[in-house]
């Protein structure tokens, strides 16, 4: 029997209906796996970028060590994103011997425990760290003279770092430099925790005299270990201190010196924007807690530092990023000094004074 037109007509219309929505579909889809093709990509492209620029974390220790590794400096261990003493795998240094986990010398007699106070973003914590006399009348014991060649001129820089750079010293003050790094995750919060530790270290000089060929006798310029045995020390010896700290941990530094005020301060390499007059280094004041990057510090008796500084190469090394905050602090510190009208000047000082721990005063010399 011959189909109707009405049937030939509804035929063609479910055919088309049919074909239209398989074509829907399709382009659905189409449409979906492209979607997902899409953020694939975008993912992919995401993460190797992250790879390239170093910014997927790779599981290390405080100092960069990898997991499951000895770090640079026996004994030490990287276990689980601590650096813990582990002698029986990773040995011990030239001078010290085995003993358990740990790494011991003949200098660590008459030991004791001495707490050490920082500041990070006003939260005020504490690390413990072992002292030892031993060492202490070691370093004390060592030449405080350099014999020079005829000719040769004495300059400030050997003495420096001929004092930060003893061997026996750095050794004993690793324990303090890995429980700094154990204390932080990032390298910068590294630096705000070793600069709080030295700035909180009591200003003061030495009891500790050497006879002069006249028959005086003066106080003598202390080694790092020193001053941290003691607890207290002037500009230079804590800038020494900080700056052996610092140099451990990979930073570019230098001594900062103005001769007309007697004084002596550190600088860390950073953003050339940031630094003391174009050098490439940020202006860091130890003999008491203050802003790093603030150069308009008011000593006592009125001093202020004016003179161009010596400038004394200490290491090569990292720079901070662009990224700290200090600078922005420092900058709205020496708005507040000034003395012109500031709104909410009292706020805005003891939220400063408080995130850093600043004190009133400052000793030049």
Known sequence: ?????????????????????????????SVLIAVILVFLFIFLWNYVSAI??????????????????????????????????????????????????????KYQTGVEEVNLKYILRGEEKSLNFFVYKGLSDYMSELPKSINYQT????????????????????????????????????????????????QNIQFGESNKTVSLP????????????????????????????????????????????????????????????YSVDDTGYCFIETTGPSIMTDTEIEYAGGIKLHSKPEIILVSNGDALGSGMYEYKDA???????????????????????EKYGLVEEYQAG
């Open 52 to 105: 390239l620029d170093d910014k997927v974390a790779i599981p290390t220790c405080g100092d960069g060590s990898f997991y499951d590794t000895c770090d640079l400096n026996k004994p030490y261990y990287c276990s689980e994103g601590t650096l813990v003493e582990n002698a029986a795998v990773c040995g011990c240094p030239d001078g010290m011997v085995k003993s358990g986990d740990n790494c011991i010398s």
């Open 151 to 198: 000719g040769e001129r004495p300059l400030r820089s050997d003495f420096k770092l001929r004092s930060i750079n003893n061997q026996e010293q750095k050794q004993h003050l690793l324990p303090l430099l890995v429980a700094i790094q154990n204390a932080a995750e990032s390298k910068e919060d590294q630096v705000r925790i070793a600069t709080s530790i030295v």
């Open 1 to 29: 029997m011959a189909k109707s037109d009405n049937d030939k007509d509804n035929g063609g219309w479910w055919s088309l209906n049919k074909y239209t929505k398989e074509t829907e579909y399709k382009i659905i889809i």
């Open 214 to 273: 006249d028959g005086n006798a003066v106080a003598y310029s202390r080694y790092p270990y020193e001053v941290l045995y003691e607890r207290r020390g002037i500009c230079g010896e804590k800038s020494e201190l900080l700056a052996l700290l610092l140099k451990e941990m990979g930073y570019g530094v230098v001594f900062f010196y103005n001769q007309e005020e007697n004084h002596e301060s550190l600088g860390i390499k950073c953003p050339v924007r």
């Open 331 to 353: 900058k709205e510190m020496m708005k507040l000094r000034d003395g012109g009208f500031v709104l909410f000047r009292e706020s805005r000082l003891n939220k400063l004074k």
